[in-house]
T-cell receptor, first 118, second 115 residues
Framework: DTAVSQTPKYLVTQMGNDKSIKCEQNLGHDTMYWYKQDSKKFLKIMFSYNNKELIINETVPNRFSPKSPDKAHLNLHINSLELGDSAVYFC?????????????????FGPGTRLTVL | GQNIDQPTEMTATEGAIVQINCTYQTSGFNGLFWYQQHAGEAPTFLSYNVLDGLEEKGRFSSFLSRSKGYSYLLLKELQMKDSASYLCAVRDLSRRGGSQGNLIFGKGTKLSVKP
């Protein structure tokens, strides 16, 4: 009964390819996120998305695009992969409201996808 | 803009107490989180502070002073399994995201617990 799951766990691919990473949450949360963690372990927000709004970090190249088929899924599609895209990508989700009261909006993370671009 | 600082590495002995400090500068503070991340794993939520003071949760406590832009995570009775990176994260209303602002993470403090 994994709360936030991602596939694949590992992804090795060639420069120039297009790839997708899938994320699913079964927590009933209303907001999902994608983060990138580089080799120095710095965790940086890429996107946040709920059913009303997509917020894009201005530093994210437009080769990266989130796609949400429904509230429980937020997939990350990457076009024309580059060497610098090699990193661990984490999906997360949160719920702002609990029983009508604003909560801490704690984010819960998936297990991560380690992307290696050769 | 925002800036979050925490020590890069710390070492402590099993059974001891360790305090990991975090200072931040942000224009729209709306809460501070501490996460634990073991090597090769996902960050897991430890604590949340939005008001000044101390929040205690078993062996872990977190403190916040909004006027000083300062927080610390206190780990008591250290165990070997506490060896991990500890990430301080500030939610910033000036950076839209989620419903209450984006989380901005510090670079993490790698804690090594030795026998």
């Amino acid at each position: 009964d994994t709360a936030v799951s991602q596939t694949p766990k590992y992804l090795v691919t060639q420069m120039g390819n297009d790839k997708s990473i899938k994320c699913e949450q079964n927590l009933g949360h209303d907001t999902m996120y994608w983060y990138k963690q580089d080799s120095k372990k710095f965790l940086k927000i890429m996107f946040s998305y709920n059913n009303k709004e997509l917020i894009i970090n201005e530093t994210v190249p437009n080769r990266f695009s989130p796609k949400s088929p429904d509230k429980a899924h937020l997939n990350l599609h990457i076009n024309s992969l580059e060497l610098g895209d090699s990193a661990v990508y984490f999906c997360a989700s949160s719920q702002a409201r609990t029983s009508g009261v604003w909560g801490p909006d704690t984010q819960y993370f998936g297990p991560g996808t380690r992307l290696t671009v050769l | 803009g925002q800036n979050i600082d925490q020590p890069t590495e710390m070492t402590a002995t099993e059974g001891a107490i360790v305090q990991i400090n975090c200072t931040y500068q942000t224009s729209g503070f709306n809460g501070l989180f501490w996460y634990q991340q073991h090597a090769g794993e996902a960050p897991t939520f430890l604590s949340y502070n939005v008001l000044d003071g101390l929040e205690e949760k078993g062996r872990f406590s977190s403190f916040l002073s909004r006027s000083k832009g300062y927080s610390y995570l206190l780990l008591k009775e250290l165990q070997m399994k506490d060896s991990a990176s500890y990430l301080c994260a500030v939610r910033d209303l000036s950076r839209r995201g989620g419903s209450q602002g984006n989380l901005i993470f510090g670079k993490g403090t790698k804690l090594s617990v030795k026998p």
